[in-house]
């Protein structure tokens, strides 16, 4: 009988030690769900007036304005009238307006132009291959800040014209508040602007100088 009670105590024991035995650990075979990226948004590189100032600075950094990326910031249109001999030319679009032939051709807003030359007053840009330019005013008299589209010819009505496939074309802005091209200007993007406006200075260090010069 002694045995007996001393078995049945000892599976007592061992079933209590069981169930006050520490829990395993459930993992849940679930892979956690990655954060979403949020991509930043994505905003238009600013223009920025191309100003005198900007012009000397690089020039005191023997930076070749030929090289910079240049933006016309309005709308340009050149138009001429043809006749039915000049019908089939290659530049432009030929429109039919008020019963006459109307080439056209549109320089869009914004559209990229590089310097051809430097002259003294401003700059000659091009947006095309070729000999054709328009040139941009930079003057104390008109303009001494920015550099501003200037025709080659001004007409008393405030019309004005330039020459342009060796043919001379009346200049229209469709984007300017007061319809006068001379609204346009070169602008440049800004991070552009903050390259070129950015100066390094190199800090060479100093060496320990003996007394005696050495």
Do not use: H
Request: hydrophobic share 35%; net charge positive; glycine share 4%.
């Amino acid at each position: 009988m002694k045995k007996l009670i001393t078995v049945f105590s000892f599976l007592l024991l061992i079933t209590l030690f069981q169930a006050c035995a520490p829990k395993k650990p459930l993992y849940s075979n679930t892979q956690p769900t990655a954060a979403r990226v949020i991509e930043p948004p994505v905003t238009k590189d600013p223009y920025v007036p191309f100003t005198r100032e900007l012009f000397d600075k690089l020039s005191a950094n023997n930076i070749d304005v030929k090289l910079v990326q240049f933006y016309i910031d309005q709308q340009l249109v050149l138009t001429r009238n043809l006749n039915n001999d000049q019908v089939s030319v290659k530049n432009g679009v030929i429109k039919f307006n008020n019963g006459k032939y109307v080439n056209e051709i549109v320089f869009p807003q914004y559209t990229p132009v590089v310097v051809d030359a430097i002259e003294g007053d401003g700059l000659r840009v091009s947006a095309e291959s070729g000999s054709n330019t328009l040139k941009f005013l930079n003057s104390k008299q008109y303009s001494p800040i920015n550099y501003i589209f200037n025709p080659d010819k001004w007409g008393k009505d405030g019309a004005c014209e330039v020459n342009y496939n060796s043919n001379k074309y009346a200049v229209l802005c469709p984007t300017c508040s007061t319809n006068s091209p001379n609204e346009a200007k070169l602008v440049v993007k800004q991070s552009a602007f903050d390259n070129l406006d950015r100066q390094s200075t190199i800090i060479k260090g100093r060496t320990v100088t003996s007394p005696g010069g050495n």
